[in-house]
């Protein structure tokens, strides 16, 4: 499973297509493969230029309030996008409808969708803030798509561009992702539309490097962020309007990157039921052991 995710206007959004589109084409990921648009703002509808608009997200949380219906089910919630070989999950109508979305009901759901395809490529938001963070719990379930995929996503695929302003905007994704919990062997920078010199990306990979280094790390050390992946300069606004494959200078990058990480790094077991502990659930009784019960 894999999450893609970057500051806005870097081009994210064209990478889970892209990344998706390499994966299918790959016998060895198997079959059916899925794009879930998670972001608040969604915006694969239009890049699919998709004609309807649902099913989508909201359907699929609904259909888990009260069961877990079965893969077939779950499938059929979605697009088949042939020229590409994926499926697509629909992302919120509108952005406020975040409150809609339960967040048991949203893990179950989840984890369906991982029962149900081979491989799930996320397109969602960077931002990870929670309760912990300083938020607040209304903050947490806005995010809790994000925080549910970043928590499980075998590959994190963290999109950024080149330019100072453009690499300290991926570096404070990177170091939100790491705050996160996400293990940096995880995470896979990438640079879009990058510059075709290679001197010029070996000066962004040493800019990245030096960017993530710590306060604590020795003086000449490298940071923690690993090499990215450079997609160079496309044009692809024909191909998503028509529907058409991207380009492999694209698709097959990402796809070998997530390929690289997951023989590397064991997969992240899809969250399930959590055991609960004999006597930690307390009792229902009067007065303040009722409370303490429900509170």
């Not at 493969?33 to 703002?41: G, K, M, N, S, T």
Request: hydrophobic share 45%; aromatic share 4%.
């Amino acid at each position: 499973m894999a999450l893609v995710c970057g500051p806005g206007g870097t081009g994210a959004s064209t990478a889970a297509i892209a990344l998706t589109q390499g994966l299918a084409a790959d016998p060895r990921h198997g079959t059916p493969i899925l794009l879930a648009d998670l972001a608040l703002r969604a915006e694969q509808a239009m890049l699919h230029d998709a004609r309807d608009i649902v099913p989508g997200v909201q359907e699929l949380v609904e259909a888990h309030r009260t069961r877990r219906p079965p893969p077939e089910d779950v499938r059929a919630l979605a697009f088949q996008v042939d020229e590409r070989g994926y499926d697509l999950l629909l992302g919120l109508r509108q952005a406020r409808a975040w409150s809609s979305i339960r967040t048991r009901a949203f893990e179950a759901a989840f984890a369906s969708l991982r029962s149900a395809y081979s491989v799930v490529v996320t397109d969602a938001d960077a931002d990870l803030e929670g309760e912990g963070d300083g938020g607040s719990f209304e903050v947490e379930e806005r995010h809790v798509m994000a925080r549910t995929a970043a928590s499980q996503a075998d590959v994190v695929f963290a999109v950024g561009m080149a330019g100072m302003k453009g690499l300290h905007s991926l570096v404070r994704v990177l170091n939100d992702l790491r705050a996160f919990g996400v293990a940096p062997e995880r995470v896979v920078p990438v640079v879009n539309r990058a510059p075709r010199n290679p001197r010029a990306r070996s000066e962004i990979t040493a800019a990245l490097a030096a960017l993530t280094a710590s306060a604590t790390t020795p003086p000449g050390a490298r940071g923690w962020a690993p090499s990215p992946v450079f997609l160079p300069e496309r044009r692809v606004d024909e191909a998503l309007r028509l529907g058409s494959r991207l380009p492999d200078a694209l698709a097959q990058p990402l796809a070998g990157a997530f390929t690289a990480v997951v023989r590397r790094v064991p997969t992240v077991a899809a969250a399930g039921p959590a055991r609960v502990e004999p006597g930690s659930l307390g009792f229902l009784g009067g007065g303040e052991h009722e409370e303490a019960a429900l509170g």
